[in-house]
């Protein structure tokens, strides 16, 4: 009679808890379970222990006063519980209960919908529980809780597949991977409040967004790492750290690859159950097919941008331009891209040749002594390997180059290394790969251009130049000068005339007379400035043109290289000199001003020779009014 009573307690018991008190939460339920039970019974307390599968041990999973004062170990993290699939429970009561308590009944439970549990009665000395009696409790016990844990489940399923769907949703709208990123630790932060977390990530980040993100180890030293582990198996994984802690490590698994971990680390040891870890994984792989949507969808933008800027930078390349126009427009085009410190082009003008010169249009640093020095290196390295070279932290042997990032691009045109970019920049690491595989076919595409250019000047020069002195020829000289008259400001005309010539091809044969034309030439070329241009003006005269600049300084400059001739020159020689100028403020013609420049050079050879003589237009038409 007594067990039917209780059996109808309890029935009564499992519909109140499973109709009045909802199962918010788990341990909600089990402490109104263990205090239902305590006053069903009369008993001191009630402790509900559930099978932890992963950890292999119990856990409790109701709190009570009394289950504390009398309890001294209430995790029981040292009870193992399965032995051949049963459930085998051995206590120590000397360890389990304090002394002042003398009695316990220990109630074990298997359910099929759920853990398996242990209860624990706190039962007094004269008031044991009859075996009739814990036979009709375990009973109507596992039939509530089989109810319960499937109510239970459901509702932490319908709730967890509801963050699921808003985290989707969420994820749809954006396209920003910072974005993403962002709201996975935000969304992981609601799940479990108290932990930590970080996304370790094998690609590249933002890191001045402020998240919790580490670079993913992968090396021959990290390969046993749990992190590791989940990134290489795709597998979640969990460890714990100074016995304190539980790290779990869950893969950000796309459809196409693993894009990175996140690590979450409890603040207490073995707290995530299969079902937790189970959540964990899905909402890792919901957020790793949303970086790897994103990735996808920048790339295809990248791929769309690059591609329409190739194209247009081709377009341009193709519009006739002089090879700085070219060289400033490629330059550009880079800096926009990578922001790069220096930048460098450089061409094999000679294709029998291992000599590199630089192409105007590059930065400072490539011609400076350590610049040049630098990049002969490079291009032996590149001669040598006969690829593109991409360093993320140079260390160059003498440890002289302050530049750690560094893109050296060949270009190459039918099968031939004609010339390198090259690509600097002060920082480790300031340069992607995807800057990288861009500049490649920037570099690639815009090859055929400089090579082109370089090839018609190189012809325009042939055409244009003296074969004696590798002067300009008097035709490139006439045509420069009317096209800066038509343009400029100002320029001077110097005449050379190489006094008592005749003499020296009779004297010494017309072998050293040549000899003695190429010397000269050499001076005047050392002397002058690039702009500046020297040209063979016919037999032993030679001439030089300045652009902008007016006649005086005209008139020391042919004093310098009449100083230089007269004592550099074997067998020894000197110069005559006529200088004139043109203004474009007064009305003048190339023709006049070469007459001009022509009557100096007259007058210098009148006078006595080896002297500089000008003569103006303010000269000539002084001249005019005199006749």
Not at 95 to 106: G, H, K, P, Q, R
Not at 166 to 184: H, P, R, S, Y
Not at 373 to 393: N, P, Q, S
Request: glycine content about 4%; proline content about 2%; hydrophobic content about 40%.
């Amino acid at each position: 009679m007594k067990e039917k009573i209780l059996r109808e307690k309890l029935k009564l018991m499992n519909y109140d808890l499973l109709t009045s008190v909802s199962p918010n939460s788990k341990e909600y339920f089990y402490e109104k379970l263990s205090k239902k039970i305590s006053d069903i019974l009369s008993i001191d307390f009630t402790g509900i222990y559930l099978y932890d599968d992963w950890n292999k041990h119990f856990k409790l999973a109701s709190e009570s006063d009394l289950l504390a004062e009398y309890v001294y170990d209430p995790q029981l993290t040292c009870r193992k519980s399965i032995v051949n699939g049963e459930t085998s429970i051995k206590f120590n009561k000397n360890n389990f209960i304090l002394s002042s308590y003398t009695d316990i009944d220990i109630l074990p439970l298997t359910l099929s919908n759920g853990p398996m549990a242990i209860i624990v009665l706190g039962v007094a000395l004269n008031d044991a529980i009859t075996e009739n009696m814990k036979m009709v409790l375990r009973e109507e016990i596992e039939n509530g809780l089989l109810v319960a844990n499937d109510i239970l489940q459901t509702k932490i399923n319908e709730e967890r597949n509801r963050i699921l769907f808003e985290l989707t949703a969420k994820f749809l709208v954006l396209n920003n991977k910072t974005d993403i990123l962002t709201e996975i630790i935000t969304s992981a932060r609601k799940f479990y409040p108290d932990y930590d977390y970080y996304l370790l990530l094998s690609q590249d980040h933002d890191e001045s967004v402020g998240l919790p993100i580490k670079a993913m180890e992968l090396g021959d030293n990290s390969t046993n790492l749990a992190s590791s582990q989940a990134f290489l198996k795709g597998e979640v994984q969990i460890e714990e750290i100074d016995h304190k802690h539980t790290c779990v490590y869950a893969p950000l698994k796309g459809f196409q690859g693993v894009y990175g971990v996140v690590q979450i680390i409890a603040p207490s040891k073995n707290v995530f159950s299969k079902d937790d870890l189970d959540f964990i994984s899905k909402f890792a792989n919901t957020a790793g097919k949303a970086i790897e949507s994103t990735i996808l969808y920048q790339n295809s933008t990248h791929l769309v941008s690059d591609l329409i800027l190739v194209n247009d930078l081709t377009h341009q390349l193709n519009s006739n331009l002089e090879l700085k126009e070219i060289t400033k427009l490629v330059r550009d085009q880079i800096f926009k891209i990578c922001q790069a410190e220096e930048i460098g082009f450089v061409y094999r003008m000679q294709e029998t040749t291992q000599d590199f010169e630089t192409i105007d249009g590059s930065t400072s640093f490539f011609n400076s002594v350590e610049g040049r020095g630098f990049t002969r290196h490079l291009v032996a390295e590149m001669l040598k390997r006969k690829e593109a070279i991409f360093y993320g932290d140079y260390k160059h042997g003498d440890g002289n180059v302050p530049y750690h990032a560094m893109m050296v691009l060949p270009m190459e045109n039918a099968g031939l290394i004609n010339g390198i970019a090259i690509i600097l920049h002060k920082n480790p690491y300031a340069f992607s790969f995807d800057q990288f595989k861009l500049l490649q076919s920037i570099i690639r595409h815009s090859t055929l251009a400089f090579v082109n250019t370089i090839l018609k000047d190189q012809l325009q020069k042939l055409v244009s130049t003296d074969y004696l002195t590798k002067l300009y020829a008097r035709n490139y000289l006439d045509e420069k000068i009317s096209e800066h008259m038509n343009s400029g400001e100002t320029g001077t005309l110097i005449l050379f005339d190489i006094d008592n010539f005749k003499q020296v091809n009779d004297s010494f044969g017309h072998f050293v007379g040549d000899e003695v034309i190429k010397q000269v030439a050499e001076i005047i070329k050392s002397t002058i400035e690039k702009k500046d241009i020297a040209a063979r003006w016919g037999g032993e005269e030679l001439a030089v043109y300045l652009p902008g600049t007016e006649i005086n300084e005209g008139v020391q400059i042919a004093r310098n290289i009449n100083t230089q001739v007269e004592n550099f020159t074997e067998p020894r020689v000197t110069l005559s000199a006529g200088v004139s100028s043109w203004t474009s403020t007064n009305e003048d013609s190339a023709r006049s001003f070469f007459i001009r420049a022509d009557k100096a050079l007259y007058e210098a050879k009148s006078y006595g020779k080896n002297c500089v003589v000008k003569y103006s237009l303010k000269d000539q038409e002084k001249d005019k009014l005199r006749l």
